[in-house]
């Protein structure tokens, strides 16, 4: 046993567990690369993403942050605004009727007009995203034109489309479908139109790069087996495709809870929604406090709602999935 012993060495004397091999110098260089590549790498990240972070913290969460503190003060008539740290002017927000009936008529026609985005833009978003046309790049710009227009310009143009002697009263007069011209113009339809109008090409841009991303196979797979058209859409193509929903829907209730020019030129004085409200506010009464409350209780309100809707969504397809 002994002769054994020397023979294997101490390490690999029987009824003795062998000793971890050391590393090699090689493998001891690569480890020592591979760390340095890892900081080299974030240390490139982060000088990259700096300069953007700086930027949105200068630009962005100082203005907030000044608002905030803004609201907290309180607003006594012919003295502008009274440093004072309360919460009286949330509380106005929440126990004034008239406030709470914006914020539910703001949140009500963005969730009308994203539902209605939805349905209008995932037709077109399929079609383009299955088309093997050379018109598919003048679709999809046709699609983006109507970004190049300013927002108010647009409205503008909902103007003089659904005035009392516009476009579409003139077409439907000298069709004789109506007796008298109707009013469109200051009503919730005209609004609910140019907002959806506005967002609507980010619902099509949003569904179509998703839509894309989907193997036509899987249909083909579908139908092959015996599943009709729509079971074939309802089973393969709509769940596949939640993603982009999810991403569009919420970028188009962020922009329409947050529309301002649809509101103002389209809605008229008597339809109010928050974003109007808010400017209405700081710019014309000078009462910075409240509209700092108003538009933090807007900001929260939409943030609630996106994250909220989000989650449910995300839970019914994960289960989906599962099953």
């Not at 009824?15 to 260089?29: H, I, Y």
């Not at 809870?257 to 809605?267: D, I, S, T």
Request: one cysteine or more; aromatic letters at 8%.
């Amino acid at each position: 046993m002994k002769g054994v012993t020397r023979a294997l060495g101490p390490e690999m004397a029987p009824g003795k567990a062998a000793a971890p091999p050391r590393p090699s110098s090689s493998q001891g260089e690569r480890n020592a690369q591979i760390r340095m590549t890892t900081g080299i790498t974030r240390l490139s990240a982060a000088v990259l993403i700096g300069p953007a972070t700086l930027i949105v913290a200068i630009l962005l969460v100082a203005p907030l942050l000044i608002l905030f503190r803004y609201s907290l003060n309180r607003f006594v008539p012919g003295q502008f605004m009274v440093d004072a740290l309360t919460a009286e002017n949330y509380l106005k927000v929440f126990a004034d009727p008239y406030y709470r009936s914006v914020l539910l008529r703001t949140g009500l026609i963005a969730a009308l007009c994203t539902a209605l985005c939805l349905v209008l833009g995932y037709p077109a978003a399929y079609l383009l995203a299955r088309m093997r046309s050379r018109f598919k790049t003048w679709l999809v710009l046709l699609v983006v034109m109507p970004l190049f227009v300013g927002n108010a310009v647009r409205a503008a143009g909902w103007m003089v489309v659904f005035g009392h002697q516009g476009a579409l009263n003139a077409a439907l007069l000298s069709l004789g479908i109506v007796g008298a011209p109707l009013d469109i113009m200051y009503t919730p339809l005209a609004v609910v139109v140019g907002i959806t109008g506005f967002n609507l090409p980010f619902m099509v841009l949003t569904l179509q790069s998703v839509i894309e991303g989907i193997d036509p196979a899987l249909e083909e797979a579908a139908l092959g087996m015996g599943a009709r058209p729509l079971r074939a859409f309802a089973r393969v193509t709509l769940p596949l495709s939640l993603p982009g929903v999810v991403a569009g829907s919420l970028l188009c209730f962020i922009l329409a809870m947050n529309a301002y020019a649809n509101p103002v030129l389209l809605g008229g004085p008597r339809f109010q929604m928050m974003a109007p409200v808010v400017y209405t506010q700081i710019s014309e009464q000078s009462n910075w406090p409240l509209g700092g409350a108003l538009a933090f209780v807007l900001m929260l309100a939409t943030l609630a709602l996106t994250v909220g809707a989000h989650s449910l969504v995300q839970r019914r397809y994960r289960r989906r999935s599962i099953a």
